[in-house]
């Protein structure tokens, strides 16, 4: 059991989402930084779409009451564990009675923390990832409380459970946030709206890109955008300069899905997360490419988003990257296991 | 009936829509579609809006032209001569705090207050689609006699079961939610549960017909 001692602004249990429901009105939930929790999962040995925790704000302090292993991963929150420090992309073993305590990141917005077993909610319609919008999935349909307790331990293991105990911290490599080149951008202008560097994404066009002006698609792929503090797991809310279609049609409902940029009246685009309506009505002037909706995720509110044009060829490359990086990392970390098993098993 | 536009959105998905206006003949194509659709191994969902159709796709996994082309294909020999879905009443309590806004649609359209709860309930509806919310169903077939502009300024919460005109459209909020509908009344019926299976009352292609509940029913 882990009970909730200070739950911080915005935590809840995740896990990768809520797939086959969107028909009925369903949003996918789920991490928003999925590469961070499916590698936090392996860093315990557990199956990628285990439960875990997505910290948005600290401080968060967590007392465990029975001996596990946890993996932090995504942004670095200065944790520490009875006031030694953590790391953020290590797996360390916890004894009951030790208190995880998760203060601010440095850079970056979402915290992961797995834990072996993963955090054992019921699973409502096929996932243990909580709708806060709808109200259910994860604890009770919401956000944690102080005091909240969180039961341990329902998910298939990869690795043998005394391993995971006994095993000593070991970590992997962060995975770069903002090696991705800012193509088509001036160096200057990265800084220019707020003084901190910003997030560049892939965007592949929308159907409704040829919908606006000229002016528009310039100002779109070369302008810093504001992510405003108006965001959320539904939207990042951005602001830049106004994008002004010449055909202003009524759109019949559609499909939308993370990653949509769409364009309300008022000309400032919304990026939609995994918490997003499953239904739009608004010209979708872009969509980011699947492989760094992660990166959006850890992109901070107040910090300038850039947006580097793509085609579905390099979508698919970028996206086929990143199954084989996730692939090489869960390899390394099965080695790890693997060596401490056979290690322990050899005559001293 | 025009022959849909396919097209990508994202690398995960491809759209196939039909002009507007959205008519129920070719809606029943797109369920059509959709029940060959969620078929089909390479599709990992479906998702039908107004006119239109998305399905979802794994980008390593499926080869996006051959997906296209079994749409079209789909396009062209769907039945739209689908036998009706289920006929599902719901029982409204009109009026009263469970509808705050009769009042303000009976100034808007010149009838009665009885009037429009006649119209209102003399009508079977079709689910086109669900969306916006989790159960949320899109009607068509409002009397467009009873159209109401949206409020100005859209209520903060709306309670769950609110049932509401917005525009051209009718319909029921399942959960409690911001919101600029017109509010008339309000259903006990559950739109959206999620330890029921399907989750949802409504799906694509069921009939529905709102039914004047007691007015004990809802505590005011």
């Known amino acids: 059991m882990i009970e909730v001692l200070r739950a911080g602004l915005l935590t809840s249990v995740q896990d990768l989402g809520r797939k086959g429901y969107r028909m009925s009105g369903v949003c996918t939930s789920g991490a928003l930084d999925t590469l961070a929790l499916h590698i936090a999962n392996r860093l315990v040995g557990n199956m990628p779409e285990a439960a875990g925790l997505e910290v948005t704000a600290g401080p968060v302090h967590l007392h465990f009451t029975q001996t596990t292993r946890v993996a932090l991963s995504g942004a670095d929150f200065n944790a520490t564990l009875d006031d030694h420090p953590v790391h953020a992309w290590w797996s360390f073993p916890v004894e009951a009675g030790q208190t995880l305590r998760l203060h601010t990141p440095k850079i970056g917005m979402r915290a992961y923390l797995a834990i072996h077993g993963g955090i054992d909610v019921a699973p409502m319609l096929g996932s243990r990832s909580t709708d806060l919008k709808a109200g259910f999935g994860g604890l009770n349909g919401r956000a944690l409380k102080d005091g ?18 006994q095993m000593p911290a070991f970590g992997i490599k962060a995975p770069g946030w903002h090696r991705f080149e800012h193509r088509n951008l001036r160096e200057e202008n990265k800084t220019s709206l707020c003084g901190t560097p910003g997030t560049s994404v892939r965007v592949l066009r929308g159907p409704e890109y040829s919908h606006f002006t000229a002016a528009a698609h310039e100002h779109f792929w070369s302008e810093p955008w504001l992510i405003t503090t108006n965001s959320n797991r539904m939207g990042y ?26 364009v309300p009246g008022n000309g400032q685009p919304i990026v939609l997360m995994h918490d997003a309506q499953t239904t739009g009505g608004y010209a979708k002037i872009g969509v980011v490419i699947q492989a760094d909706l992660w990166r959006l995720a850890q992109a901070r509110l107040a910090s300038n988003l850039y947006f580097t044009e793509c085609t579905i060829t390099d979508a698919r490359t970028a996206y086929a990257d990143l199954q084989r990086y996730l692939t ?10 693997q060596g401490y098993a056979q290690s322990t098993k050899a005559p001293a | 009936m025009d022959f849909p536009r396919i097209f990508p959105f994202g690398e995960g998905a491809l759209v196939c829509e039909s002009p507007a206006p959205a008519t129920l003949a070719c809606q029943k194509r797109f369920w059509a579609m959709a029940a060959a659709a969620q078929q089909w191994p390479q599709v990992t969902e479906i998702v039908p809006g107004m006119n239109n159709l998305t399905v979802f796709f794994d980008p390593l996994a499926a080869d996006v032209d051959t997906l296209a082309k079994m749409l079209a294909k789909a396009w062209r020999t769907a039945d739209d001569n689908l036998k009706p879905g289920r006929l599902v009443e719901i029982p409204v309590c009109y009026g009263g705090q469970s509808g705050p806004d009769l009042a303000k649609v009976a100034q808007h359209t010149k009838l009665s207050i009885e009037e429009i709860i006649k119209r209102h309930t003399h009508t079977e509806y079709t689910v086109f689609c669900l969306g916006f919310q989790p159960g949320f169903a899109y009607l068509g077939g409002l009397d467009p006699k009873l159209a109401t502009p949206r409020r100005a ?31 008339i009344g309000r259903t006990e019926a559950k739109l959206f549960d999620p330890m029921r299976t399907p989750p949802t009352l409504l799906q694509p292609g069921d009939r529905v017909r709102f039914t004047i509940a007691s007015q004990t029913t809802i505590t005011l």
Do not use: C, M
């Open chain 1, 148 to 165: 909240d307790l969180l039961p341990l331990g329902a998910t298939r293991s990869s690795i043998r459970t005394s391993h995971a105990l």
């Open chain 1, 237 to 262: 809310r951005l602001a830049g300069p106004e994008l002004t279609r010449t055909k202003n049609l009524e759109l019949l409902s559609h499909a939308v899905l993370p990653g949509t940029i769409q």
């Open chain 1, 328 to 337: 090489q990392i869960e390899f390394a970390i099965d080695q790890q296991y």
């Open chain 2, 153 to 183: 300024e859209p209520r903060v919460a709306i309670p769950a079961g609110s049932v509401g005109i917005g525009g051209a459209q009718t319909g029921v909020y399942p959960a409690s939610s911001p919101g600029g509908w017109q509010l």
